[in-house]
């Protein structure tokens, strides 16, 4: 949350977050920033890793049960556990995710802006199993849901595109999750977004 303190100021096309003196530099945001799930991945093994964080839902549906990934394998991807059964472990790498059992998985945007944003979406199913019962996937605005899709059981090539346009708080969350519904097996999904910042709202002081 931005203090009242903190001087906001929108100069030629950026957001200049200023802080009172001697706390130190001021953070600059560009307006119309992209941040994108594949540009931005990188093998850091750190989390968060900037805006982005990678997850899952311990309690399926439940947002606030989210719990970061402990390992980054030798598949440069996040994934839960200890890593001895790939792919069916929840998992999250740069252009594709797999859930668990009762296991959402997830990649989470943490804005640090007020504003307006739009969400490009991008999704495929991946991978056909014999039984397989297929996969939903959704994007959720702390824990609200603004757009979900179920892929069938089928690998079929049908992509699935489009916009949202939202507004968020700073500290609020995205979430690009994929469910695996009643089995854990043939659930690996191409789930790509980027998020555009296109208008900037100066936090209300404390009191007004």
Same mark, same amino acid.
């Given at each position: ?5 903190? /001087? /906001?100021?929108? =100069?030629?096309?950026?957001? $200049? /977050?200023? %802080? ?9 945001? !560009? ?39 402990? %390992? ?10 200890? !890593? ?6 929840? *998992? $999250? ?17 943490? *804005? ?7 969400? &490009?979406?991008?999704?495929?199913? =991946? ?18 849901? =603004?757009?979900?899709?179920?892929? @069938?059981?089928?690998? &079929? ?9 939202? *507004?968020?708080?700073? @500290? ?16 690996? +999904? ?6 555009? +910042? =296109? ?7 404390? @009191?007004?």
């Amino acid at each position: 949350m931005i203090k009242s303190s903190t /001087l /906001l100021c929108v =100069l030629s096309g950026l957001l $200049v /977050l200023a %802080g009172p003196a001697g706390a130190g530099a001021s953070q600059v945001i !560009g307006l119309g920033v992209e941040y994108d799930s594949a540009a931005d991945w990188r093998e850091s093994g750190v989390q968060p890793d900037g805006a982005w964080s990678y997850g899952a839902y311990m309690l399926p549906g439940a947002w606030t049960s989210f719990t970061p990934l402990s %390992g980054f394998s030798v598949y440069a991807a996040w994934i839960g556990g200890t !890593g001895s059964r790939w792919g069916t472990q929840p *998992s $999250v790498g740069q252009f594709a995710m797999h859930p668990a059992l009762d296991t959402w998985v997830v990649r989470r945007w943490t *804005s640090p802006i007020a504003g307006d944003i739009e969400i &490009d979406y991008d999704v495929m199913r =991946l991978e056909d199993v014999p039984g397989d019962d297929g996969q939903v996937v959704g994007i959720y605005l702390n824990g609200s849901l =603004l757009w979900s899709q179920d892929l @069938g059981d089928a690998a &079929d090539g049908r992509q699935y595109t489009g916009t949202l346009g939202t *507004s968020v708080q700073a @500290g609020d969350v995205v979430d690009f999750i994929v469910d695996g519904k009643n089995d854990d097996q043939g659930d690996w +999904t191409h789930f790509w977004a980027r998020i555009r +910042t =296109l208008h900037l709202r100066p936090a209300t002081p404390a @009191g007004l």
